[in-house]
Structure formats: structure tokens, C-alpha cells
Nanobody
Framework: QVQLTESGGGLVQAGGSLRLTCAAS????????MGWFRQAPGKEREFVAA?????????????VKGRFTLSRVTVSRENAENTVFLQMNSLKPEDTAIYSC????????????????????WGQGTQVTVSS
């Protein structure tokens, strides 16, 4: 069983920064791919960023490219923990949404990595609000 827990959301003024954390625990290994999605009120869930298990594949949505950075830390031990960070800089009011991390049991990103259906586990989400 895999558990994903996000943290780091909050209220920030436009131009500010936040760092979101997604902690994956349980039967987790460092080779799993992970991604971030967001959903604003009245809108569909939107892809933000994704990284393969090795870190060699890294993709961002055009709307966040150059402003957001995805990174990960893996603790190699039995029942390894895997933490993913999403550093968000130069935030805009249109970045306001609930941000959720997701885990894919494959090590390489699937061709549809930008679709929620490509992921096997999801966190509960964390609210990010950017005021103008």
C-alpha cells in the first residue's frame, strides 16, 4: 500500500513563492515516477509537472515552465520513503488551485504522463491561493 501526503500550500501574494512537498511512504521504491496536478474551481484537473523514477525524464506544463521546479529525494532503506518537492516561484493568481501529487508504479513516464489516468496513487491535495 502506498500513501501520499502533500504539504506546503497556503496563501501568497502574486510574485511570491511556495514549496510543496509530497511524501510517499509505504511499499515505495525510488524508481517510481511521480507527478503534480492541479485543479481550480470549476475546471478540470490540469497537469503541472512529472519526473521519472531515475529523474532523467522531467516535464512541465507550458504554463509553469521557467517558474516551477520539480525535484525529489529518496531515502534508500527498507520501506523506502520518497519525497518530491515542487518549488513554485513568481506565482500568479491563475496558479490558484488544489495541488495534488500522484505516483505511477512504472519507473519511466508513460506516454500519457500528462493525464491523471496514467497514475496509480493520489494524495489528498493541498490548497494554493495566490492573491493579486
Amino acid at each position: 500500500q502506498v500513501q501520499l501526503t502533500e504539504s506546503g500550500g497556503g496563501l501568497v501574494q502574486a510574485g511570491g513563492s511556495l514549496r510543496l512537498t509530497c511524501a510517499a511512504s509505504g511499499e515505495v521504491f525510488s524508481t517510481y515516477s511521480m507527478g503534480w496536478f492541479r485543479q481550480a474551481p470549476g475546471k478540470e484537473r490540469e497537469f503541472v509537472a512529472a519526473m521519472s523514477g531515475s529523474g532523467k525524464q522531467l516535464y512541465y506544463a507550458d504554463s509553469v515552465k521557467g517558474r516551477f521546479t520539480l525535484s525529489r529525494v529518496t531515502v534508500s532503506r527498507e520501506n523506502a520513503e520518497n519525497t518530491v518537492f515542487l518549488q513554485m516561484n513568481s506565482l500568479k493568481p491563475e496558479d490558484t488551485a488544489i495541488y495534488s501529487c500522484a505516483l505511477d508504479l512504472f519507473s519511466n513516464l508513460r506516454s500519457d504522463y500528462g493525464q491523471p489516468s496514467a497514475y496509480d496513487y493520489w494524495g489528498q491535495g493541498t490548497q494554493v491561493t495566490v492573491s493579486s
